[in-house]
C-alpha cells in the first residue's frame, strides 16, 4: 500500500510567521502519525518577489522548529516546463482564453455596471468576476492582439470547462470549512467564474502550479489553511481535466493577530525569526500555536 505524502509549501517572499509554523508542524505530525512522508516545496514561481536569501531564511526558520523533509526540496522556478506543458493541453482543448482587459478596464466595466444599482458578482473571496467580453473574440482578433505585444493573462473558460466535464465533482475533507463543512463537498467552481491560470510574467498562478505539483510529488493529503478551502472547487476542476489524482483535502483553522486578522507578511506581523531573536524556544512557537509542550 503506497505510503500518505504530506506536503507543506511556502512561499519564499518574506519571513515565516506564527500560521506557517503551525501548518508545517501539523502536516509533520499528520505525516510522522501515519508512517508516511513529508515533502517540502518552494513556490517561488514569483521570480520578482522570491529569493534564495529569503528560501535560505525559510529553511533556517523550519529546521530551528526541528523538522525534516525528504530530499531534494521542489524548486517551482525550476518546472516551469511542466505548467506549461499543463497550459498547453488546456489551450489545445479550446477551454483557456487570453484575457487582454486591464485592471483599470475592468474597473470601470463594474463601475458603469452598478451605477444602475445591480452589484457585480464577486468570487468567494470577494473579488469581482472577469468581464465575459473576452471568451467571445474570434481566433483571428486574438492572434492579431497576441502578435501585436498586447498584454494578455490566460483564463480557464470556467462554463465551457464545467460542461466538457459535464458532472458534479467533489472532494473529501477531513477538516471543515468556515461554515462547518466536512466529508463529501461539492466543488461549486461556477463561484470562481474565469481564474488566471498563467500571466506573461509569471508562468503559472497558484490554481494550476498546485494541483501540477501536488500531483507530480504523489501528494496524497494536502493539509493546509482553511482560506483556500472554496478554492478548492478550482483544484478539482484542473485535476479533472488534466486527469490528475485527488488528494485527500484537511483545511486546517488559521492562527489570528490579536484584532482576529489571518496573519500575513507584508503587514509586517511577528516573524519566526524575530520570535527566535526575542528568545523564543521551539516548544514556545508549539505552545503559541497550540501544539502544547
Not at 477551454?95 to 463594474?110: D, H, K, N, Q, T
Amino acid at each position: 500500500m503506497t505510503r500518505p505524502v504530506f506536503r507543506f509549501a511556502p512561499s519564499p517572499n518574506g519571513r515565516l510567521h506564527l500560521g506557517h509554523a503551525f501548518s508545517a508542524l501539523l502536516n509533520h505530525r499528520m505525516a510522522r502519525d501515519v508512517s508516511g512522508r513529508f515533502l517540502l516545496r518552494m513556490e517561488d514561481i514569483d521570480t520578482t518577489r522570491c529569493s534564495a536569501e529569503l528560501e535560505r531564511g525559510v529553511l533556517c526558520d523550519l529546521v530551528w522548529l526541528g523538522l525534516d523533509w525528504e530530499e531534494p526540496v521542489r524548486r517551482q522556478s525550476e518546472h516551469f516546463d511542466d505548467y506549461r506543458a499543463a497550459l498547453e493541453r488546456l489551450i489545445d482543448a479550446e477551454l483557456v482564453y487570453p484575457a487582454f482587459m486591464s485592471r483599470g478596464e475592468v474597473r470601470g466595466r463594474i463601475a458603469d455596471h452598478e451605477a444602475d444599482g445591480e452589484p457585480w458578482p464577486r468570487d468567494p473571496d470577494g473579488a469581482p468576476l472577469y468581464p465575459g467580453d473576452d471568451r467571445h473574440l474570434a481566433t483571428t482578433e486574438r492572434e492579431a492582439r497576441i502578435a501585436e505585444g498586447h498584454p494578455f493573462a490566460w483564463r480557464l473558460d470556467m462554463s465551457a470547462a464545467l460542461r466538457h466535464l459535464g458532472t458534479t465533482l467533489t472532494w473529501e475533507e477531513t477538516e471543515c470549512g468556515s461554515g462547518g463543512e466536512t466529508g463529501c463537498i461539492a466543488a461549486r467552481a461556477e463561484a470562481w467564474g474565469d481564474v488566471v491560470l498563467a500571466r506573461r510574467d509569471v508562468p503559472a498562478s497558484y490554481h494550476l502550479s498546485v494541483v501540477v505539483d501536488d500531483a507530480l510529488q504523489g501528494v496524497t493529503h494536502v493539509v493546509r489553511g482553511r482560506d483556500l478551502f472554496q478554492a478548492t472547487a478550482v483544484h478539482r476542476v484542473l485535476q479533472e481535466l488534466l486527469g490528475l489524482p485527488v488528494p485527500q483535502y484537511h483545511h486546517h483553522e488559521l492562527v489570528l493577530d490579536r484584532d482576529g486578522r489571518k496573519l500575513s507578511k507584508s503587514r509586517g506581523d511577528t516573524s519566526l525569526h524575530a520570535l527566535r531573536q526575542s528568545g523564543a524556544t521551539p516548544a514556545d512557537i508549539a505552545r503559541m500555536v497550540g501544539f502544547g509542550g
